[in-house]
């Protein structure tokens, strides 16, 4: 089986859209991940069984991507004692509201780290998995600040851009 350091779920291939941007960080960072539909509803045979093989594949945090009001970020956590982020998905007719309260709503002891619904949610997870990542790998630590110092450019050139449309 392949390693890799980040397993993406999703409860349908749907969610594909939204959740690659998490796998478009995590690739621009250099960190190895996959992506895969998994149902806690409809698949929790093949849920358990991702799960049983995520620690021999080398797999330190999860992201969970679902819609409506799954559980599939509660079901990952819990079978794992790894990170586990859940990205809530807008689509349902509540517009990821009802998407936003099962995954952020955890009993004690089984936490899901929960980020904003939807593809900027799915960009954070990726950004929130590497830095955890990262406590561990200086080179890993290295890139995500440059990402970080990236991002910081990019407002400063905007604020010059706007500054110079005045003139």
Not at 22 to 36: I, N, R
Not at 53 to 73: D, K, M, T
Not at 92 to 119: E, H, I, N, R, Y
Not at 123 to 130: E, K
């Amino acid at each position: 089986m392949t390693q890799i350091q980040v397993l993406i779920l999703m409860g349908s291939d749907s969610d594909a859209p939204v959740m690659k941007a998490a796998a478009d960080v995590l690739g621009e960072l250099g960190v190895t991940c996959e992506m895969t539909v998994a149902s806690a509803h409809r698949s929790p045979a093949r849920v358990q069984r991702l799960m049983a093989e995520a620690p021999a594949r080398g797999v330190q945090v999860f992201i969970v991507g679902a819609g409506a009001a799954a559980h599939l970020a509660g079901m990952v956590a819990a079978h794992t004692a790894r990170p586990v982020i859940g990205v809530p998905i807008d689509s349902s007719p509540l517009s990821g509201f009802d998407a936003l309260l099962s995954t952020v709503q955890m009993p004690p002891g089984v936490p899901v780290a929960t980020v904003a619904v939807g593809k900027a949610g799915a960009t954070n997870a990726g950004v929130l998995a590497a830095q955890m990542l990262a406590l561990a790998d200086r080179s890993l630590a290295a890139r995500v600040d440059a990402y970080k110092a990236k991002l910081a450019d990019k407002v400063e050139a905007a604020a010059a851009r706007l500054a110079a449309a005045k003139d």
